[in-house]
């Protein structure tokens, strides 16, 4: 039912990053709230995710890939500690369809497992996801060991972790890239 009111929602409009922003990301952060003023059980937000990541899936088969990809490739994680892991494949997705192979690890992969994944796919780019603040220190951690490890890797952030930041934490974050949704990404990647 859902899969199909997104499939009828491209054909009016067929824009999966307005799909993805204004349909899916907006009914999760509505979520988010019922939620925190416990009007909905956790059982029904993780029902929400379940479908959502369902569909996701089942998308990709919709997503407007280039048929000569380019050699680029791009590693998706989350921050160490971080569960969500639902942006992070939106913006794997797009990555897909500005022609890059894209590997998506999402949440719940060791450090040293990451970097011998690195080692083996030598990706152009690392995306790093981070929803929650309180992972910040975890983020900054694996930054500094993906930096010492690849120095000429492009490390390049987001998420709602960093909406909540104190103003100065970004300063840690040295070269690295913060990029705040789809439409900032897709215009960040046709301009490299
Ligand atoms: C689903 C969900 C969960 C699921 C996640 C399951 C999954 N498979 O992902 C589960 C149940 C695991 C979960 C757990 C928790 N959650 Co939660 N969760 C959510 C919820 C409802 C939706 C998250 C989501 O998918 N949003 C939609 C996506 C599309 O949005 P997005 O992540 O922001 O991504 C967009 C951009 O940020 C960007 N982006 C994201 N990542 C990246 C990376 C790069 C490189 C780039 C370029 C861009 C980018 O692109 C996306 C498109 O624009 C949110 C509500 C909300 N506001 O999002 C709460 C929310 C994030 N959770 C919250 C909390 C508190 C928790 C818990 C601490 C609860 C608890 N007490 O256990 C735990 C934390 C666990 C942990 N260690 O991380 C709070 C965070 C509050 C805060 N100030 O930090 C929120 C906001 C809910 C709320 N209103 O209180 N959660």
């Not at 919709?62 to 989350?78: G, M, N, R, S």
């Not at 060991?145 to 103003?167: A, D, M, R």
């Amino acid at each position: 039912m859902c899969a199909t009111i997104a499939k009828n929602y491209l054909v009016e409009n067929p824009s999966i990053k307005d799909l993805y922003e204004e349909v899916f990301k907006e009914a999760l952060y509505e979520v988010g709230r019922l939620w925190e003023a416990n009007k909905i059980t956790v059982a029904t937000e993780h029902l929400a995710t379940a479908i959502t990541e369902g569909i996701l899936n089942e998308l990709y088969g919709e997503l407007d890939i280039p048929e000569t990809k380019h050699q680029h490739k791009v590693v998706l994680a989350c921050a160490s500690n971080e569960a969500h892991q639902v942006g992070v494949k939106m913006v794997a997705d797009v990555f897909e369809m500005n022609g890059w192979e894209s590997y998506f690890l999402g949440t719940g992969i060791p450090m040293s497992e990451l970097v011998k994944f690195i080692q083996q796919t030598e990706p152009a780019v690392v995306a790093i996801s981070l929803s929650i603040f309180f992972n910040y220190r975890n983020l900054v951690e694996m930054i500094a060991v993906l930096k010492s490890e690849f120095p000429n890797l492009t490390i390049i952030v987001g998420g709602q972790g960093f909406l909540h930041q104190k103003e100065g934490s970004f300063e840690k974050l040295e070269n690295i890239k913060y990029i705040s949704n789809l439409y900032e990404l897709d215009t960040y990647l046709k301009s490299i």
